[in-house]
C-alpha cells in the first residue's frame, strides 16, 4: 500500500470534511421542473411504454426508483460498516489501513443518515431487500475474508459513481439530491484510491485461481446491486397496468442499459490484474451483459 498517498487521502478527509447538514440545501424544495433521477437510470426510458407514461408518472417513477437506490446504498453501507468494525479490531491503532478505514467509518455513517434523510425528505417509501439478498449480504459480511470484501465493495462504489455522475451532471436534478450524489462522489473518490492501493498487493500476488474467485466475488456483487433497484411494487405505485408485465421487459431493458452506462470502470478494473479469463468471461458476458 502506498502510506504516503493514505496519509494524504486522511489528512483531506480531517481538514475538509463534508457535512451533511451543512452541505446540502435541506430547506429548498422541489420545484416544478426538477426530477428525481436522471431519466437515463430509470428502468423503462427506452422502452415503448415510457413514452405513454404522463409527465407525473414520469417524474414519480425517477422519485421511487431515486429512494430505492439510494436505500440500497444505505443498507449495503451499513453492512460494510459492520464488517470493517470487526476488520479493525484486528489492526493496531496506529497501523495505517485502521487510521483509514476510520476515517472511511466516520464518513460511510454520515452517508446512511443523509441517504435516510433524503428519503423522508423525499416521502420515501423504500422496498425492503428480499429474502435472497439479505442472506447474500449477511453471509457474505460475517464468512468472507478481507481481500474479497474489499473486492466488492470497491465494485459497489465504482457503480456508485457512475450514478453520482449522471446526478451530478443533469442540471434539472432537484438540488438537494444533486448536492448529496456531490457529497457521496467526493468521499467515495477517496474510498475507491484507498481500496485499490489495498487491492493491488493482494491481486498482484494473487494466481490463477484466486484472480478468478476475485472476478467472481465482483461479478455476484454487481449482480446483487443491479437487481436491487427494479421493483414490481413501483409499478403498481405508478398506476401502470400489469405490473407483472412489465417488470419482465423493465428488467431486462435495465439489464442493457446498466450493461452499457455502469459497467466501464469496473471492467477496467478486472482488466488490469487479469481477472478475465476462460473460466470467468464466458460468465460476464452471460450474466452481466458485459462487452469483456
Ligand atoms: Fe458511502
Ligand atoms: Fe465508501
Not at 409527465?55 to 443498507?75: D, T
Not at 457474505?140 to 456508485?160: C, H, I, Q, R, W
Not at 450524489?181 to 491481486?203: C, M, Q, V, W, Y
Request: proline share 4%; aromatic share 14%; glycine share 4%.
Amino acid at each position: 500500500m502506498d502510506v504516503k498517498e493514505i496519509e494524504r487521502l486522511i489528512k483531506i478527509s480531517k481538514e475538509r470534511p463534508l457535512l451533511p447538514e451543512k452541505y446540502i440545501p435541506w430547506e429548498m424544495e422541489p420545484a416544478p421542473e426538477d426530477i428525481f433521477l436522471p431519466e437515463i437510470l430509470t428502468s423503462l426510458q427506452g422502452l415503448e411504454i415510457y413514452d405513454t407514461l404522463t409527465p407525473a408518472q414520469k417524474l414519480e417513477l425517477g422519485r421511487h426508483e431515486l429512494v430505492q437506490v439510494i436505500a440500497s446504498y444505505a443498507w449495503g453501507e451499513c453492512l460494510f460498516c459492520l464488517f470493517m468494525t470487526r476488520h479493525i479490531l484486528t489492526l493496531p491503532l496506529d497501523n495505517i489501513e485502521h487510521r483509514f478505514l476510520l476515517r472511511e467509518l466516520i464518513e460511510e455513517f454520515r452517508h446512511q443518515e443523509m441517504f435516510g434523510e433524503a428519503i423522508s425528505k423525499l416521502c420515501g417509501q423504500p422496498i425492503r431487500q428480499s429474502g435472497i439478498h439479505k442472506f447474500l449480504g449477511e453471509f457474505s459480511n460475517k464468512y468472507l475474508p478481507a481481500d474479497y470484501l474489499f473486492m466488492g465493495s470497491v465494485s459497489v462504489e465504482l457503480v456508485t459513481d457512475i450514478y453520482g455522475n449522471y446526478a451530478r451532471r443533469a442540471n434539472n436534478v432537484y438540488p438537494v439530491l444533486r448536492k448529496m450524489f456531490d457529497l457521496h462522489n467526493i468521499e467515495e473518490g477517496r474510498h475507491i484510491l484507498f481500496t485499490k492501493s489495498f487491492l493491488k498487493s493482494h491481486a498482484a500476488k494473487a494466481g490463477y485461481i484466486k484472480r478468478t474467485l476475485y472476478s467472481y466475488v465482483i461479478l455476484f456483487n454487481i449482480l446483487f446491486v443491479r437487481t436491487m433497484y427494479v421493483k414490481k411494487e413501483i409499478y403498481e405505485r405508478i398506476g401502470l397496468e400489469n405490473p407483472d408485465k412489465v417488470f419482465k421487459i423493465a428488467t431486462k431493458n435495465f439489464k442493457k442499459k446498466f450493461s452499457e452506462t455502469c459497467l466501464k470502470d469496473i471492467i477496467e478494473f478486472v482488466d488490469e490484474w487479469k481477472g478475465f479469463n476462460l473460466l470467468t468471461r464466458w460468465a460476464w458476458r452471460w450474466v452481466l451483459d458485459a462487452k469483456v
